[in-house]
Every structure is written in structure tokens, then in C-alpha cells.
């Protein structure tokens, strides 16, 4: 089992950045998909990104491409949101997820329950 650990949230006005980490427990972290999801009030929980075990793909929702960017580094077992360009939109608390079993060929899951382990969750608030 691992365990995830966010952090680097906060309040950001509209044109910001910030950089979520998931700081992650455990020694089978490289062997895992890595997502980062959101849950803005009223809503379920988003896909916002995903990368590959080896960091070799990634994927974004389209409402972020452009402006974030996923990364990871298994030697500190970490992995990053980049957020740009922030709008009030991307209010959300966001979540990092490790998908346990990854797909072959480099697929990369774009659904919550597909996530076998979830961080805590860190508060983003964009002010307009």
C-alpha cells in the first residue's frame, strides 16, 4: 500500500500559478500511474491529469491543457501539478491518485474509481 501526501495549495488570483506536490510512501511508487483529480463544490471528483510510471505520457482534461503541466520524480517519489494561468474555474480541492495497476502501452486512466489510493486533498481557491 502507499500512501499519498499533497500539498502547495492556496489562494491565488486569477492569472497565478501554483505547484501541487504528492509526496508518496512506499517503495513500488515508479510502478504506478499517477493522477491528479479535483472536487470543486457540487461537483464529482474531475480528472484534471494523469503520467505514466516511467513519466513518458501524460494527459489532461481540456480545460487545462496549455496551462498545467504534470511531472513526477520517483527518486524523491513525487509527483507534481504545474498550474498557470489560473482561472476562479479551477477552484477545486485537488487530489493525487496512484493507479496500482497500470494499463499496458502507455493508457492512463482518466476515472476516480479506477484509483486505488488518493491523498487527502489541498484546497485551491482563485480569486477573480
Known amino acids: 500500500q502507499v500512501q499519498l501526501v499533497e500539498s502547495g495549495g492556496g489562494l491565488v488570483q486569477a492569472g497565478g500559478s501554483l505547484r501541487l506536490s504528492c509526496a508518496a510512501s512506499?517503495?513500488?511508487?515508479?510502478?504506478?500511474?499517477m493522477g491528479w483529480f479535483r472536487r470543486a463544490p457540487g461537483r464529482e471528483r474531475d480528472f484534471v491529469a494523469a503520467i505514466t510510471s516511467s513519466g513518458g505520457n501524460t494527459d489532461y482534461t481540456d480545460s487545462v491543457k496549455g496551462r498545467f503541466s504534470i511531472s513526477r520524480d520517483n527518486a524523491k517519489n513525487t509527483v507534481y501539478l504545474q498550474m498557470n494561468s489560473l482561472k476562479p474555474e479551477d477552484t477545486a480541492v485537488y487530489y493525487c491518485?496512484?493507479?496500482?495497476?497500470?494499463?499496458?502501452?502507455?493508457?492512463?486512466?482518466?476515472?476516480?474509481?479506477?484509483?486505488?489510493?488518493w491523498g487527502q486533498g489541498t484546497q485551491v481557491t482563485v480569486s477573480s
Open positions: 491518485a496512484a493507479d496500482r495497476n497500470p494499463p499496458r502501452y502507455g493508457i492512463l486512466r482518466k476515472t476516480a474509481y479506477e484509483y486505488a489510493y
Open positions: 512506499g517503495r513500488t511508487f515508479s510502478t504506478y500511474n
